[in-house]
């Protein structure tokens, strides 16, 4: 369970829902006293400023900070300034040659309100361009001390991180629950400068050479013509690339399974795809690859809770990251680290380390935790935070390094080159969630947006005029540490070794670790994708490839597109299936998970409340749905039967029948009478539906079980007609801990 200070936080923040709905939001203030219906006559004392509000700290050549004053204090005072600090006695009205006459160009105010604002735009991100991030700290447990040096992961440690999630196809104002990869980045502040962590929630890549990227980017996203679709990788010239470059196909498998569609940020393993170098305080290497393990263990969205939530709800990742945290459900992850010896083949049981296709299965390795994220803090400013922050593959620390992965070797390159666009010049590290949270004392000078004010006379050493400042460091220092690998003598080539020809193995290998209900959701993903195609060519093209990773995939595939299944090209290998790829059959703790209940004003008020309770209580987040809202009796209604949608909730309580309101459309069975389902109003039986169809938890008690009986779903799979609700929330909570009722799924895939 939670600790009893998140349930109260909990308790507050549902309270709060239910003062939203009486009044507008008080932004960013939350406890804070609802807003006045009036507008405010007498200014408010300056909110005391947050800690990334601060201005990056102005440092010397020598390392000193200057005392210079802190400039950027979030924007606070009480009366309305110019960018120049005069203060403004009308921000309503353009200056004007009388009432009705033509403004005046003289109007400093307006032209520098409407000129700021012509450019509050920034170029979005080339990819992952929508996202969402938050604030919270890493803590070492001291277990990687024997393979690496880096600081951060010395026992006890604790490290302030930002943790940026996103899509990878998408514009900014795309859905949140498309089918696509998720970027998941942390930027750990260590107290040796800032380690940047820019993974995926995919632990193998589409391609093994970065010097493809652009190409299967411009294969992803939208047609050049008529720009369509956006977000989706179910069109031609996806399939068309993934076709032709077979070593894509591993990677397009993962994102056909469910894990293309996370249930929430919160459930998503990440990955550093690449395998890196790590170095000890003795000079030894080893190989790694880095893992993020979610305490709430790995869970997806049914595709049609995907496709329906784009419309109902785009932000809804955002949403339920921000409503977690705020609500005191922090969300958690375990760092841990594949560990293999560094050999001179770069290899660990066959498998080539340095092809970012390829994966070691957890069964060979074993994932070993060094420490735990928790994300306790959401931005305070989303544009200065999540857009402007600006990640970096080659931010390391002493003690990790890079290995000769040739699509990290091209990221080196790019994370840097793409912020001269994105962020306007070379001195993003100086924008306050970029700066690092120790001194900087570099030779950088100049450059569009210089923020600090460098004394000294000489960025440049040996120098005799500052005193020889800036210094080198050596290992007592704790300077960064290249690895000297030795470097083959060899011939400049545009080739790959010939590991890199092998694209099926571990797609086969993936198909092969799934459950029959993962298996399915996957054909129907290929289905789908490929039946949204319009070359006849490419769907034909991509069933040879299915062909070579499983035939029956390929012949479920086939039968849905309605073309005939091809044989495969070569001989399948059989790999031993790696169970922890499979996200279905283990027990979770269901903390967070919200609990719709439907009531009326007839319901039996004491057992709501009790039940309520003991949702909080569980850490849960109970959503009271009735047919209008304010209040029933003493309880605050959160949604009503127009705002509810089953795509919302984990679970679905029925306290109450109730009969249709007169603000239902009309049900379809009218004829049906008291008894059958048009007995119920049509918004309650859609959630009934919806959320039986979507595999989850369903239970009735009182006159609730009345719903469950006229909607047919009594006496199937994971549906409890209950005496109490007590009773009713216990089996609830027992169905949620496997996140699906997944039985209610059909399996024709064995
Ligand atoms: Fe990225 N990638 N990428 N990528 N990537 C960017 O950097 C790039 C790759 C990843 O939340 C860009 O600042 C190349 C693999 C994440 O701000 C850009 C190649 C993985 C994010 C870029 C790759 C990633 C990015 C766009 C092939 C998983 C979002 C804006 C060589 C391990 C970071 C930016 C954030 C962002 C280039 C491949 C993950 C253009 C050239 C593999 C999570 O620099």
Redesign the pocket.
């Known amino acids: 369970g939670k600790p009893a200070k998140a349930v109260k936080n909990m308790v507050k923040n549902a309270a709060e829902k239910v003062s939203d709905l009486v009044a507008p939001d008080v932004p960013g203030s939350p406890g804070s006293e609802p807003p006045s219906l009036e507008e405010p006559t007498a200014p408010r004392e300056p909110l005391p400023p947050k800690k990334e509000q601060g201005a990056p700290p102005v440092v010397t050549p020598t390392g000193a900070e200057t005392g210079a004053p802190v400039t950027a204090q979030g924007q606070q005072g009480a009366y309305l300034t110019t960018a120049q600090g005069v203060r403004l006695r009308d921000t309503d009205h353009s200056l004007k040659a009388g009432e009705r006459g033509p403004t005046l160009l003289q109007d400093h105010h307006l032209r520098e309100k409407i000129m700021h604002f012509d450019h509050e735009r920034i170029p979005e991100?080339?990819?992952?361009a929508r996202?969402a991030a938050a604030h919270g700290v890493f803590e070492a447990y001291g277990t990687a001390g024997q393979v690496t040096r880096a600081g951060f992961l010395k026992k006890g440690k604790k490290t302030d991180v930002f943790v940026?999630f996103?899509t990878v196809l998408g514009s900014r104002g795309s859905a949140d629950t498309v089918r696509d990869t998720r970027?998941?980045?942390t930027k750990f502040y260590t107290e040796e400068g800032n380690f940047d962590l820019?993974?995926?929630n995919i632990p193998v890549?589409f391609i093994q050479d970065?010097i493809k990227?652009p190409d299967v980017i411009h294969a992803g996203k939208p047609h050049p013509d008529r720009e369509i679709p956006q977000a989706q990788s179910a069109h031609d010239t996806f399939w068309d690339f993934v076709s032709l470059h077979t070593e894509a196909q591993h990677h397009t498998i993962w994102n056909m399974s469910d894990r293309g569609i996370p249930r929430s940020y919160r459930t998503m393993e990440g990955f550093?795809?690449?395998t890196f170098r790590l170095v000890n305080e003795a000079g030894e290497t080893v190989l790694a690859k880095f893992h993020w393990k979610p305490q709430l263990g790995v869970h997806s969205l049914v595709w049609e809770e995907a496709q329906l939530l784009a419309g109902l709800d785009p932000d809804f990742h955002r949403r339920d990251l921000y409503d977690a945290i705020e609500a005191g459900a922090f969300p958690e992850w375990e760092l841990g680290i594949q560990v293999f010896p560094d050999t001179p083949e770069e290899t660990f049981e066959g498998i080539d380390l340095l092809d970012?296709t390829k994966i070691v299965p957890e069964e060979l390795a074993p994932v070993q935790p060094v420490g735990k994220m928790t994300l306790d803090r959401t931005p305070t400013n989303f544009f200065a935070e999540v857009e402007q922050?600006?990640?970096h593959v080659g931010h390391l620390p002493p003690g990790i390094d890079v290995t000769n992965d040739p699509?990290l070797q091209?990221?080196l390159f790019?994370?840097l080159d793409?912020?001269i666009t994105?962020l306007g010049g070379p001195n993003f590290a100086q924008i306050p969630i970029n700066c690092p949270h120790v001194p900087v004392n570099d030779m950088l000078r100049d450059g569009f947006h210089q923020h600090a004010v460098h004394a000294g006379v000489a960025p440049y050493r040996p120098n005799s005029l500052d005193g020889g400042n800036p210094f080198e460091a050596g290992d007592a220092e704790n300077a960064f540490v290249d690895a000297p690998v030795e470097v083959a003598r060899s011939r400049k080539v545009r080739a790959n070794p010939v590991s890199y020809d092998d694209h099926y193995s571990q797609a086969r290998l993936f198909w092969r670790s799934m459950s029959p209900v993962e298996k399915e959701h996957i054909v129907r993903a290929y289905t789908f994708e490929l039946g949204k195609c319009y070359e006849q060519t490419i769907k034909e093209r991509q069933l040879r490839c299915l062909a070579n990773i499983d035939p029956v995939l390929c012949r479920q595939v086939a039968t849905g597109l309605g073309l005939p299944a091809p044989e495969p090209d070569r001989p399948l290998v059989e790999p031993e299936p790696s169970p922890a790829l499979s996200q279905v059959g283990k027990e979770w703790p269901a903390a967070g998970r919200m609990i719709g209940i439907v009531a009326d004003d007839g319901a039996d008020l004491g057992a709501l409340a009790e039940l309520r309770t003991a949702v909080f209580a569980a850490g849960m987040v109970p959503l009271l749905i009735a047919p209008h809202g304010g209040m029933l009796g003493e309880l605050p209604v959160q949604r009503t039967f127009a705002t509810a949608r089953s795509v919302e909730f984990d679970a679905l309580v029925l306290a109450a029948a109730p009969a249709p309101a007169p603000d239902a459309l009309p049900a379809r069975d009218a004829k049906a009478g008291a008894g059958g389902a048009a007995a119920v109003d049509p918004r309650v039986s859609l959630l009934v539906e919806e959320c039986w169809r979507h595999a989850k938890a369903i239970a009735g008690f009182g006159a609730g079980t009345a719903v469950l009986e006229r909607t047919g779903v009594a006496g199937t799979p994971g549906v409890v007609s209950a005496g109490s609700a007590t009773d009713a929330f216990a089996e609830v909570q027992r169905l949620l801990a496997a996140h699906r009722v997944w039985e209610r799924f059909p399996a024709s895939v064995a």
């Open positions: 991100r080339v990819v992952h996202g940026r996103s970027g998941f980045a820019v993974g995926n890549f970065g990227f550093g795809v690449h970012p922050v600006a990640f699509l091209a990221r790019s994370y793409t912020q994105r």
